[in-house]
């Protein structure tokens, strides 16, 4: 009996620190939230007035608020200009932001939809966006990355409605390169788009010259009855 106890202590004592040296040197994956506080249908130039002012300011202190009333760690804030197509059918833009959490966080599904729902009502959205990374899944996540020629705001939009079938016109997040410049000059550097549905294939036939990334995972919309649907 003592030979047991021994060997099961000696097997815990060993594994937990090399558990938390894998943590250390791995981490986990981080869970991606997509939000905005946007709450009219609005055109792209004033999205982008609303990501370069005050508004944008307030709603990462809203969300840093909310996540540390939940105890979640530090993350990174990624901001982006946003199209999306609501319940009523029209397409808006919206000023945007993207939240990675802590790779050093281990943090449940459960726990992410639970603080998505609470985002969505406090930001007063329809819904919000959500990416599980997960090798185990279809890619749910593609980015085209500018790397020849970055396009203006207005160029971009003009490329994927020339370039690309509508469906990619109607939910997409556009990441820019200097928030300093004025709206006609900014450029973009990177447009990211959430779901199965989405072919990168037609995406590198458009853009050959251009870097495409994808990840496998799990997208979501949460709804603020706590519904979801996978995207």
Same mark, same amino acid.
């Given at each position: 009996?003592?030979?047991? @106890?021994?060997?099961?202590?000696?097997?815990?004592?060993?594994?937990?620190?090399?558990?938390?040296?894998? *943590?250390? #040197?791995?981490?986990?994956?981080?869970?991606?939230?997509?939000? /905005?506080?946007?709450?009219?249908?609005?055109? %792209?130039?004033?999205?982008? *007035?609303?990501?370069?002012?005050? @508004?944008?300011?307030?709603?990462?202190?809203?969300?840093?608020?909310?996540?540390?009333?939940?105890?979640?760690?530090?993350?990174? +804030? !990624?901001?982006?200009?946003?199209?999306?197509? %609501?319940?009523?059918?029209?397409?808006?833009? $919206?000023?945007?932001?993207?939240?990675?959490?802590? /790779?050093?966080?281990?943090?449940?599904?459960?726990?992410?939809?639970? =603080?998505?729902?609470?985002?969505?009502? !406090?930001?007063?959205?329809? *819904?919000?966006?959500? +990416?599980?990374?997960?090798? $185990?899944?279809?890619? @749910?996540?593609?980015?085209?990355?500018?790397?020849? #020629?970055?396009?203006?705001?207005?160029?971009?939009?003009?490329? &994927?409605?020339?370039?690309?079938?509508?469906?990619?016109?109607?939910?997409?997040?556009?990441? =820019?390169?200097?928030?300093?410049?004025?709206? $006609?000059?900014? !450029? #973009?550097?990177? %447009?990211?788009? =959430?779901?199965?549905? #989405?072919?990168? $294939?037609?995406?590198?036939?458009?853009?050959?010259?251009?870097? &495409?990334?994808?990840?496998?995972?799990?997208?979501?919309?949460?709804?603020?009855?706590?519904?979801?649907?996978?995207?």
């Amino acid at each position: 009996m003592f030979q047991f @106890s021994f060997l099961a202590w000696f097997k815990v004592t060993l594994f937990l620190p090399l558990l938390f040296l894998y *943590s250390l #040197v791995y981490g986990y994956s981080s869970i991606e939230l997509f939000f /905005s506080n946007n709450t009219d249908v609005i055109q %792209i130039n004033e999205a982008y *007035s609303r990501l370069v002012s005050a @508004s944008q300011k307030k709603m990462h202190e809203q969300v840093i608020a909310i996540l540390q009333r939940n105890h979640i760690e530090q993350g990174t +804030f !990624k901001d982006a200009l946003g199209m999306y197509q %609501i319940t009523t059918c029209d397409i808006s833009a $919206d000023n945007s932001s993207r939240f990675i959490s802590s /790779s050093q966080q281990p943090l449940s599904k459960k726990v992410i939809f639970s =603080l998505s729902r609470e985002l969505v009502t !406090k930001l007063n959205q329809e *819904s919000i966006a959500v +990416f599980f990374p997960n090798n $185990d899944f279809p890619v @749910s996540d593609t980015t085209l990355h500018f790397t020849t #020629v970055q396009p203006t705001i207005v160029e971009a939009l003009n490329l &994927i409605k020339q370039q690309l079938p509508i469906n990619f016109s109607q939910a997409f997040s556009m990441y =820019l390169d200097n928030e300093c410049e004025d709206f $006609d000059t900014i !450029k #973009v550097v990177a %447009i990211e788009w =959430l779901g199965q549905r #989405v072919n990168a $294939d037609l995406i590198r036939q458009a853009f050959p010259q251009e870097i &495409i990334h994808s990840r496998h995972g799990e997208a979501y919309m949460v709804y603020r009855d706590g519904s979801k649907k996978s995207l």
